[in-house]
């Protein structure tokens, strides 16, 4: 079975498995975090690179961390590749930070991610009732399922709506031009500035958030997560009625004190002692 067959075959069983159909996948964050568990974290890494999955074999967790970047659809495919490499257990071959070795477990990754993102039965669902595919087909895949026109293409090629020349060509387009060109520059601008903040795992945050609210974490925890000042997360805390508890101080009644026997005839038998004098500890000696 080739890289891509193996690729194709794990995005159709993950969306069967749970539930998401051929439809375009929203917020991708959350559809990794709620579907399997798994940690995930926008972060603010070097340029050249895109992202990672850490594994702890010890306790069988798992965390991906992905670049924010004014390149949303980047970072979705990045996402979805790292994904790819879990679905495989890739632990010794993932390393989505160098895109240039092209092995066969980036090749099944990248697969992975290509139809996870824009199955082809979903595409074909979403082109049943055009006509002619043009560039303005290619922006509206590329705008429906928030993907790049490059990966578009190759869809479009794959499920036989364009030939190999035509692909090529399209490869060569970006998001910015399409979404220029067609009419949806806010939406993907809206789109740059989300994918380009930081973001904390939900359930880190969400531990996080408890535990201000049980008063054993400060506010500076929180925003330390999330990348952000204090004084905003304390108003957004504010805001949703989320305030620490405030615990009483237990204190002890004199009476409830045990009793603790003194021996008070030694006690006065110190007191009463004569005062030894004091041996000089050095310097210039009296006169």
């Known amino acids: 079975m080739s890289a891509e067959t193996e690729g194709c075959a794990a995005a159709i069983r993950f969306r069967q498995e749970h539930r ?3 439809q375009p996948l929203g917020d991708l964050i959350a559809i990794i975090e709620q579907t399997t568990g798994i940690d995930v974290a926008v972060l603010d890494i070097g340029p050249d690179e895109h992202g ?6 010890e306790r069988n967790t798992m965390f991906i961390g992905v670049a924010r970047t004014q390149h949303p659809m980047r970072q979705r495919s990045t996402l979805a590749h790292e994904l790819g490499h879990i679905q495989f257990g890739d632990w010794a071959d993932a390393d989505a930070s160098n895109w240039s070795d092209r092995s066969p477990a980036e090749i099944r990754a990248d697969a992975f991610a290509r ?16 006509g002619q595919i043009t560039e303005s087909t290619l922006s509206a895949v590329v705008q429906r399922f928030v993907v790049s026109p490059a990966l578009a293409a190759i869809a479009l090629q794959k499920a036989g709506y364009i030939d190999n020349r035509t692909k090529s060509n399209w490869r060569a387009l970006s998001t910015p031009q ?11 601008q809206a789109m740059q500035a989300d994918s380009n903040r930081r973001r904390a795992p939900q359930k880190l945050l969400a ?29 957004e805390l504010q805001e949703a009625g989320i305030t620490p508890v405030e615990r009483p101080v237990a204190w002890a009644d004199p009476a409830d004190l ?4 003194v021996d008070w005839a030694t006690l006065d038998a110190d007191l009463g002692a004569p005062d030894e004098p004091e041996e000089p500890t050095g310097g210039i000696a009296p006169r």
């Open 52 to 57: 990672l999955t850490m594994r702890d074999p």
């Open 178 to 188: 399409l979404a220029v060109r067609f009419g949806w520059i806010d939406q993907y």
């Open 258 to 261: 045990p009793d603790v026997p």
């Open 207 to 235: 531990r996080a958030t408890k535990g201000y609210a049980e008063g054993v974490l400060p506010a500076q925890a929180i925003a330390t997560l999330r990348g952000s000042s204090v004084e905003i997360v304390e108003t």
């Open 115 to 130: 139809h996870l993102l824009l199955p082809l039965d979903g595409l074909r669902e979403f082109l049943s009732d055009r």
């Open 20 to 22: 998401l159909g051929v």
